[in-house]
Every structure is written in C-alpha cells, then in structure tokens.
C-alpha cells in the first residue's frame, strides 16, 4: 500500500453543478494528490461505473477515494475507501477493499480519532465554518490550533477538513496536515482546474 500523497484532497460533491468526470479531470489536470467521489444520491451501479471512469483519469496522477462504499472501491479498483462514523467500521471496510488500499475515516474528537488509530489516515473537522456537510450536524470549527492537536494527537496522517480556502491554505499546510480538503471551494469554482492549482500550489509553499 502506498501512502496517502501529500496535498490537495479534492472532493466531488454530488450536488455540484458540473457532471463528476469534468471535476475529477479538471481537479486531475490542476495538481489534486486525491481525488474522492462523495456522490451520496447516486446508485449504487452509476457510481461504480463513473468511479471506474475517473480511475482512468486518476490514474498514475492522484489517488482515488470513493465515499462511504468499500465494495464499489474495490470493484472500481480505487486506491481507497473513506469511511464516515455511521459507515461500516474501518475494520470491516478494510476486510472488503484489502490491504493494499488506503482506509480514511472521517473525525471530528480527540474519542473518534483514537479510536481511528490503525486506518491509513483519519479526516479531521471542521476546521473552519462550513455549508458542505449540512445533512449532517457537525460540532463548532476546531481552527487552526484544534488541528495542530489533532496532528499530534493522530499517529495516522491528518486530511484537514471544513471551510478551508485559499487564504487558510498555507496555515493548514504548517499545521503538519498531510492534506486540505475542499468540497465547495473547488467544485463551485468558475474554473475548477486553476482553484485546483491555486490551493495545491499555496499548500506547496
């Protein structure tokens, strides 16, 4: 199994107005390190056919995660599955996608994420106020200072998560995150490609 690359972890939200394969290509083309599918309205066979499509486009450039459905993952042949605390366990999850792909699970307390320890890495938020998540209640942002914890605290890498842009880039990225998450910010950009590129270039510095 590799690691999780370092960087932009780009999410393709289901609610997004463009179609999912144009955000995977664009967030591809404009320097992603990964790339997850969170399309929760979509069929179970719809998303394994556009999962199997964007591993085209993902591949031998950014790893490919797909939301809360190790079975698609694997049947995909994703380079991973990320889990939510109501999802499967990440145990369990890890006994359908194998030991090769990378297991993410969301965290959003010191409680879940010790109790993550084991999986490849854990998500942590919000760390900033955030819309993209409003069908599930989330705790009060956690800032910049709430993930510095979190890092020290993980012994698995830290994708930070929750209303991070371009401005905030830099101090996740000094904060000893492996990556930035962003929903919203990339997938309702006006031009997905170069907000990709932006933010992985600012993560960079």
């Not at 190790?70 to 369990?92: F, I, K, N, S, T």
């Not at 993930?147 to 020290?152: P, S």
């Not at 998560?161 to 006006?190: K, M, P, T």
Request: proline residues 7%; aromatic residues 4%; hydrophobic residues 45%.
């Amino acid at each position: 199994m590799r690691p999780l690359p370092a960087g932009i972890y780009a999410i393709v939200d289901g609610s997004a107005a463009r179609p999912p394969l144009d955000l995977v290509g664009a967030f591809v083309r404009g320097g992603a390190a990964v790339v997850q599918l969170r399309l929760k309205q979509v069929g179970a066979g719809e998303l394994l056919r556009i999962a199997r499509e964007a591993r085209k486009l993902c591949a031998g450039r950014a790893a490919l995660v797909i939301n809360d459905r190790p079975d698609v993952a694997r049947l995909a042949e994703a380079d991973g599955v990320h889990l939510g605390q109501e999802d499967l366990p990440w145990r369990a999850a890890r006994a359908i996608v194998g030991p090769e792909a990378l297991v993410g699970v969301s965290t959003h307390s010191d409680a879940e994420i010790d109790a993550a320890q084991g999986a490849d890495y854990v998500g942590f938020g919000p760390i900033f106020p955030t819309a993209s998540k409003a069908e599930s209640p989330l705790p009060p942002p956690h800032g910049i200072d709430g993930l510095r914890r979190a890092v020290q605290r993980s012994k698995a890498p830290v994708v930070a998560i929750g209303g991070i842009g371009i401005e905030q880039i830099r101090d996740v990225a000094r904060s000893g995150a492996r990556c930035a998450a962003a929903i919203a910010q990339l997938c309702n950009a006006s031009d997905p490609e170069a907000a990709t590129r932006d933010m992985a270039q600012a993560f960079q510095r």
